[in-house]
């Protein structure tokens, strides 16, 4: 089995994707997730596509295969409440924009949080998403958007298998829907990453296992059914480095896994990305002490 991992890496810095490409071969990675600006804010600089080519150059001269890497839109957006009609269409109108980007980065899979329900029901959420998606599809080609599984943090909605397959069931496009799971929101939304398997058959029977498109590999800093949403590093919280090794090595997945874990010794002057020995640890099926 041949398996496909990463990290979310850096996008805006000033070669772009070329800059992203390289960050994720410092990893020793095949794979990598990037926002293609701001998680923040909706800013956006314009893609260079001398930076793209020659990024594509390089990956493809270290086998890296652009169906496996992820974009993921920015945070802000919210398709889930519709008070403010002028912020919502706003939202969709950016999302497409999204969409678009990936387009002229050669990417076809973008990852979004379904969204905050807030001041309306989760079935009003649900519709509010659903119609959201369908809007930005009808201006858009190709690209698939990734459904992420949610802690349930708040209002989010997202939550569960059976949300999940209320808004994909709503999607006129059905090809061009799919489904991101992230382990530590799995376990904070109360899933027992241990039982895998289970959740997986669960799944299957629901949505359909084809439908999972990428998974992010998180430790949780939290208990299960805690609904926090804080990741932790590779076998440093609450699931634990088996447990996301049974995720990885399930052979019922051939997935890309992109790590979202914490930078160690964050906001110190030796502070550094682990994605490297996190990668390591996973492809040796060793666990590495920081
Ligand atoms: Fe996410
Ligand atoms: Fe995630
Ligand atoms: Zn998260």
Same mark, same amino acid.
């Given at each position: ?199 997986? #058959?669960?799944?299957?029977?629901? &949505? /359909? ?8 590999? !998180? %430790?949780? @800093? +939290? ?9 932790? #590093?590779?076998?440093?919280?609450? &699931? /634990? ?8 090595? !399930? %052979?019922? @997945? +051939? ?9 160690? #010794? ?25």
């Amino acid at each position: 089995m041949n398996l496909i991992i990463g990290s979310h890496v850096s996008f805006n810095n000033k070669e772009q994707l070329l800059g992203s490409v390289k960050e994720a071969l410092s990893y020793n990675a095949n794979t990598f997730m990037i926002y293609t600006g701001s998680t923040q804010s909706t800013s956006r600089s314009t893609i260079n596509d001398e930076f793209t080519y020659e990024a594509y150059k390089l990956m493809l001269k270290n086998n890296i295969d652009s169906n496996n890497v992820i974009v993921h839109a920015p945070y802000i957006i919210n398709l889930a409440n519709r008070k403010d009609e002028d912020k919502y269409k706003f939202y969709c109108d950016f999302l497409a924009n999204e969409l678009d980007r990936c387009k002229s980065l050669g990417l076809n899979k973008i990852v979004l949080h379904p969204g905050s329900a807030t001041t309306c029901s989760r079935e009003e959420a649900i519709k509010n998403i659903i119609d959201g998606i369908n809007y930005v599809y009808n201006k858009t080609t190709n690209i698939m958007i990734l459904l992420e599984f949610m802690a349930g943090k708040g209002t989010e909605v997202g939550t569960s298998i059976d949300e999940l397959k209320c808004i994909i069931d709503g999607i006129d496009d059905v090809n061009r829907i799919g489904v991101c799971l992230d382990t530590c929101h799995m376990n904070d939304s109360g899933i027992d990453i241990s039982k895998f398997d289970d959740f997986l #058959n669960e799944f299957d029977i629901k &949505i /359909g296992i084809s439908k999972i498109k990428c998974i992010h590999l !998180n %430790d949780s @800093l +939290n208990n299960i059914g805690s609904h926090k949403d804080r990741h932790a #590093n590779i076998g440093y919280g609450t &699931i /634990g480095f088996d447990n996301l090794l049974r995720v990885v090595y !399930n %052979d019922r @997945l +051939n997935v890309p896994f992109i790590i979202e874990t914490p930078y160690i #010794n964050r906001n110190t002057n030796e502070s550094f990305a682990p994605y490297k020995y996190e990668i390591e640890s996973i492809r040796n099926k060793e666990f590495i002490d920081f």
